[in-house]
T-cell receptor, first 112, second 113 residues
Framework: KAGVTQTPRYLIKTRGQQVTLSCSPI?????VSWYQQTPGQGLQFLFE???????NKGNFPGRFSGRQFSNSRSEMNVSTLELGDSALYLC???????????FGPGTRLTVL | KQEVTQIPAALSVPEGENLVLNCSFT??????LQWFRQDPGKGLTSLLL?????REQTSGRLNASLDKSSGRSTLYIAASQPGDSATYLC????????????FGQGTILTVHP
């Protein structure tokens, strides 16, 4: 069974640009969660989608947004990039019942 | 607000030792707790999931226990190997907060030959 995949794996952007990251969950998983990981703040929850609906959102500014498609694939978008947005962005999928989460390899975003 | 603390922050042991990693959380109203390992620059690998009604889970050389009333979990690694070197993270899930895992800062484990 294929695991969670994320594209792209690495991304370099400049301040003010916007970026879109993609996540394909494990087949049959309907819940996708997104996290930001930085050395200073650790892993922080961004948002969760289930059946194309955002059910939960973390404490991040509105520049961070996401969506989920009917095949459960998810994208997150960050607009007007800031230096502090440099991080490893991880997505995780689960069946949506017991919430056991399985993570992808992450997208390393560097903002210059 | 749920807070998760992991002790120690770093641990260095010789190969073959049995070791214990600790995780504590402030809000005992959790649905489950999950242990992960993370290799440098990589994603998280799920090790064990313990439901709130369970006391422990085992997988190979790993054993995780959960004491919900005291807000504590431990991960026991038997006969450690250099390949166990990684950062170990615990995360708690509150069933009413969809999809949100609250993570500790992790324990960096180094097992030297």
């Amino acid at each position: 069974k294929a695991g969670v995949t994320q594209t792209p794996r690495y991304l370099i952007k400049t301040r003010g640009q916007q970026v879109t990251l993609s996540c394909s969950p494990i087949s049959g998983h309907r819940s996708v969660s997104w996290y930001q990981q930085t050395p200073g703040q650790g892993l922080q929850f961004l948002f969760e989608y289930f059946s194309e609906t955002q059910r939960n959102k973390g404490n991040f500014p509105g520049r961070f947004s996401g969506r989920q498609f009917s095949n459960s694939r998810s994208e997150m978008n960050v607009s007007t990039l800031e230096l502090g947005d440099s991080a490893l962005y991880l997505c995780a999928s689960s069946r949506g019942t017991d919430n056991e989460q399985f993570f992808g390899p992450g997208t390393r975003l560097t903002v210059l | 607000k749920q807070e998760v603390t992991q002790i120690p922050a770093a641990l260095s042991v010789p190969e073959g030792e049995n070791l214990v990693l600790n995780c504590s959380f402030t809000d005992s109203a959790i649905y489950n707790l999950q242990w992960f390992r993370q290799d440098p620059g990589k994603g998280l690998t799920s090790l064990l999931l313990i439901q709130s009604s369970q006391r422990e889970q085992t997988s190979g050389r790993l054993n995780a226990s959960l004491d919900k009333s005291s807000g504590r979990s431990t991960l026991y690694i038997a006969a450690s190997q250099p390949g166990d070197s990684a950062t170990y993270l615990c995360a708690v899930y509150r069933g009413t907060s969809y999809g949100k895992l609250t993570f500790g800062q992790g324990t960096i484990l180094t097992v030297h030959p």
